[in-house]
């Protein structure tokens, strides 16, 4: 069967696609589990230890605390309470903090700081699974055993109000709930007034023990406008007066009740310095956890800094507290200050039931538990405590007891602190199995950048040949072999035989297809070995560079520095790039000149018109004389003088652009806390400068993009702009002459749904046209025009979602875009390959320049919302990712409208196609054989796992591009 190079190449990335997403499902591992399943524990608590007397208590503790009230402040960073920030906005918090009852800690989440996953390891006391960050967006209940579930089997009552992620995973766990949507994050006022509107009616209540609040204004203002905004102060102040309200509350009720009330405040993440959260900086990981009671007597004086705990540290001690077996899944340890004004023999009651929660779930985990030190620190700590019991129920009242007690205290605390970290170690169970079954490499065929971009793809043969039958056979083989091994827990041997089946088949016949494609294309080439050893032709400059460049960069993906700091290898690749170009424009320059006493050319044509011999007065001129060169030089000499100016100082302008474009977004984590251009212009006082820097960027992308637009859309684009900006300056980020103050700022509902009416429309304007295309008579000057409009309508909701101050990075995009298909690619003769190669470096190196990142953090989701009252998820997913991949999207797309309407070669479309298929898959292929190998390294998770997320969406990005130069190439197949 013979295929088109693009049709094959979509084939290969949508075959990738689904290997990838396989890789992902065996790559990101589930956390330790409990093997007794999830329901809340039904055995009876481990008794008490004794030595040679029976223990009379074998019955879980009573609860220490009547009501328990958690306060979860999103994105509330540990220098908001116990910083500046804390004196200055929550006064009445510090007091607590510094001379309050109160035991105050910095808790440290583990990433990925999102959300959800910090909700799972707050409730549940487990390190949530990495892949936990792409189902924040749409929560699971959760089935793992947690306090939440707990309490409700204790026949607590709890209250909930706030974010609605909550009610997701505990659907039906509380007795009362209001849940606000936790994506919008344009709202940071109404979101939280929907949580303070219940407190007075609730606290004056006596018919609740548990009453859980998540307040989510502070996370929006971080994603809105940054850590430094002067919002942040109001916040913290309306937080710092929501607590003193609790706390008055719960001391009133205290005097009436038996036991006292315990008020906790914490934070599920931190804030990075851009606003964000989901990656491993200190600012992200460090947030601040208040235990408030009247049972922490302090004495005068007595001055407690926050001591340094996990945050998995809280499940336990909130079991302690309501009186609850903790969750099976716990790695968390019980914050020992709470409970060390107990006597002695409570204190150790705590502990013991602590440590055999954790030492059985190293037990289930570590095949080799007994010599784990933690494990054996346990059974000396448990040992010891057997004896001290013996005495103590012997009425010994004895100093010896009391010492005996301390050094048992002790031991019980270091056995706890060495199984936490064993088990927070065992984080991850690979699925080898599932990693192997993916197709890696995408072949690159000669064929397919061949003339005729065609290549013969066996197809019926491999069903019929004895090596099928042999590879289906092994596979299956393999397939039994592991899915019938001791304690196997890889995702194929959970699916059905025929599901499996059916992968085998077809993973089968595609390598079968493949080696007979490699068979038939390894002959033609011993054929032609000849003729290649013959020929004359050689690289050129330009070709070792780009072969160079993606050679090193898909090495430098085995580094972690280099993925953190990735923009800088494509800021160098692209600024080499264009002095290649440099030198490649002048040496062309200097071949045109008529003047030229070293090298005067002589064509002779023949009799079609091509250049077949050229004869200069010099031998040093010789090496110059390949084909393209010549014709270039030929081109050159048709240009007029400006033009010529204008081809030399093309890649120079170019270099300047990328330069300045540098200096706009440090991004990256070296050089991500240094000051740059876009906080200067993000800062309230230099809002009038950037006020005037987003109109004219504005003005000069309508300027750039109406050039080949009809009519009609140059009047929606000009008006959609205006849109844009009107936007923006509702939603306080620029001056506008019709504001007065702050009282006219909203969310910018009708403007941006107004700019969504233009970019639909020209959408819809462009697609018309490459319909009609197929069926008008003047087809290609429709399909050229559709294609272009389809462009526009791109660019103008990138105009809308970009931040103000990232709007000169969409002009010097385009700017860019204009210059080098005016100035270089034309007048130079580059191919369709070295085209899709330039425009693939540059689409990456823009992702960058826009401030992104191989960290989670940079992800703007703010741009998902845009136009949006509510959250939903589908627009909201679709802008977010558009948003991020702005750079390779709009690339993409103009890449698609420089071969569709300046390629001379009707096989351009699916020589780039192919191109740049192999270009994204390169990396992607040589990456998962690095995770794979490094899957124990110590920065898996902070470093290496987002990169590999990244490299997934980039895939199902390009697989989309890929469809869509494949549906241009089969219109203009069906043209010609």
Not at 386 to 411: A, D, F, I
Request: aromatic letters at 8%.
């Amino acid at each position: 069967m013979r295929l088109g190079s693009g049709t094959f190449a979509v084939c290969c990335v949508a075959i990738e696609v689904l290997g990838v997403a396989i890789f992902l499902r065996g790559f990101f591992p589930a956390p330790v589990r409990s093997a007794s399943g999830t329901e809340p524990q039904a055995e009876l608590p481990a008794p008490e230890p004794s030595a040679g007397s029976s223990s009379n208590w074998t019955k879980l503790p009573p609860p220490l605390f009547s009501k328990v009230v958690l306060v979860l402040i999103d994105a509330l960073r540990d220098d908001f309470v116990f910083g500046s920030k804390g004196v200055k906005f929550m006064p009445y918090t510090t007091y607590l903090v510094e001379k309050g009852a109160s035991h105050s800690f910095v808790a440290e989440a583990k990433p990925p700081t999102v959300t959800m996953p910090r909700i799972k390891a707050l409730m549940t006391g487990s390190l949530p699974g990495f892949v936990d960050v792409i189902r924040n967006l749409n929560s699971p209940v959760l089935l793992e055993d947690n306090v939440i579930k707990q309490a409700k089997a204790a026949g607590k009552r709890m209250i909930f109000y706030g974010d609605e992620t909550w009610v997701k995973l505990f659907p039906k766990h509380f007795v009362e709930y209001d849940g606000t949507t936790s994506f919008f994050v344009s709202d940071y006022t109404e979101v939280d007034n929907n949580v303070t509107r219940h407190l007075e009616k609730v606290l004056k209540r006596e018919d609740w023990d548990v009453l859980v609040l998540h307040y989510l204004g502070l996370d929006h203002i971080g994603h809105l406008s940054g850590p430094n905004s002067p919002l942040i102060g109001h916040k913290l102040s309306e937080m710092d007066g929501v607590l003193m309200k609790i706390h008055m509350a719960l001391l009133s009720k205290e005097r009436a009740a038996t036991l006292p009330t315990l008020l906790v405040l914490c934070g599920d993440h931190g804030m990075s310095e851009t606003g964000s959260h989901g990656a491993s900086s200190l600012e992200e990981v460090s947030t601040p956890l208040v235990l408030v009671s009247s049972a922490f007597v302090r004495k005068s004086g007595d001055i407690r800094r926050p001591r340094h705990v996990q945050q998995t540290d809280l499940a336990a001690t909130l079991a302690i507290a309501l009186g609850l077996p903790i969750p099976k899944n716990s790695v968390g340890r019980l914050l020992f200050p709470i409970v060390e004004g107990k006597p002695m023999r409570e204190q150790l009651r705590f502990l013991h039931l602590n440590t055999v929660q954790l030492s059985k779930l190293l037990q289930e985990n570590v095949p080799l538990y007994e010599k784990d030190p933690g494990f054996e620190q346990f059974k000396m700590s448990e040992k010891m405590h057997g004896n001290w019991v013996r005495l103590y129920l012997e009425e010994n009242n004895s100093e010896v007891l009391l010492n005996l007690g301390t050094k048992v205290l002790r031991q019980y605390l270091d056995a706890l602190q060495i199984l936490s970290l064993s088990l927070s170690r065992q984080v991850a169970h690979y699925d080898i199995y599932s990693m192997a079954v993916l197709t890696l490499l995408l072949l690159s065929v000669p064929k397919a950048l061949g003339p005729a971009a065609e290549l013969d793809v066996p197809l019926s043969s491999p069903l019929f040949s004895l090596l099928f039958y042999l590879m289906l056979l092994v596979l299956s083989a393999v397939h039994v072999v592991v899915c019938t091994s001791a304690e196997s827990s890889c995702y194929f041997c959970s699916v059905s035989w025929l599901v499996a089946g059916g992968a085998m088949l077809l993973i089968s016949a595609l390598l079968c297809a493949i080696m007979s494609a490699l068979t038939k294309t390894g002959v033609s080439m011993k054929h032609a070995g000849k003729n290649l050893a013959s020929s004359n032709s050689k690289w050129s400059e330009l070709d070792l560079l780009i072969l160079l460049g993606t050679a090193g960069h898909v090495l430098s993906l085995g580094a972690s520095s280099f993925i953190e700091e990735e923009h800088q290898t494509w800021y160098f690749l692209v600024s080499t790039l264009c002095l290649a170009l440099c030198q490649e424009v002048c040496r062309n320059h200097l071949l045109s000149s008529d003047g030229d006493p070293q090298c005067s050319l002589h064509v002779e044509l023949g009799p079609k018109g091509d250049a077949l011999v050229l004869q200069d007065k010099a031998e040093g001129c010789a090496m110059l004389e390949a084909d393209r060169t010549h014709k270039t030089a030929s081109a050159f000499r048709q240009l007029g003088s400006v033009e010529r100016r204008m081809v030399l100082a093309s890649p120079w302008a170019v270099l300047c652009c990328c330069r300045l474009l540098r200096s706009l977004n440090q991004t990256g984590v070296q050089g991500a806390h240094r000051p740059d251009l876009g906080h200067w212009l993000t800062s309230s006082d230099h809002q009038a400068a950037l006020s005037i820097l987003a109109a004219l960027s504005l003005l000069t992308v309508f300027l750039l993009v109406q050039r080949r637009c009809s009519p009609m859309s140059k009047v929606a684009l000009a008006l959609g702009l205006l849109g844009v900006y009107c936007y923006r300056a509702a939603i306080g980020n620029l001056m506008s002459p019709w504001q007065r103050g702050n009282k006219d700022i909203s969310k910018g509902i009708i403007e941006a749904r107004f700019v969504y009416v233009f970019v639909l429309g020209i959408l819809f304007t462009g697609t018309k046209d490459l319909l009609r295309a197929q069926v008008a008579a003047a087809g290609i000057r429709a399909r050229t025009m559709g294609l272009w409009e389809i462009y526009s309508g791109l660019v103008l909701l990138a105009a809308l979602l970009l931040r103000p101050h990232n709007l000169p990075v969409l002009v010097c995009s385009l700017l860019v875009q204009t210059l080098m298909a005016e100035f270089v690619w034309k007048p130079l003769s580059h191919d369709a390959a070295e085209v899709t190669v330039m425009h693939y470096w540059f689409g990456q190196a823009f992702f960058y320049f826009q401030g992104n990142s191989n960290n989670i953090a940079t992800v703007d989701i703010s741009a998902g919302f845009v136009g949006l009252e509510h959250y939903v998820e589908v627009p909201a997913v679709f802008l977010t990712a558009f948003s991020t991949y702005l750079g390779p999207v709009l690339w993409a797309s103009h890449l698609v409208n420089y071969l569709s309407s300046e390629a001379g070669s009707p096989a351009a479309l699916r020589h780039s196609c192919f191109c740049y298929a192999l270009l994204c898959s390169l990396p992607v292929s040589a990456y998962i054989i690095l995770v794979t190998s490094l899957r124990y390294h110590l920065f898996i998770w902070s470093v290496f796992s987002p990169k590999l997320l990244y490299e997934g969406m980039h895939l199902l990005i390009t697989a989309t591009i890929c469809v869509f130069f494949t549906a241009m190439d089969q219109t203009r197949h069906m043209k010609s």
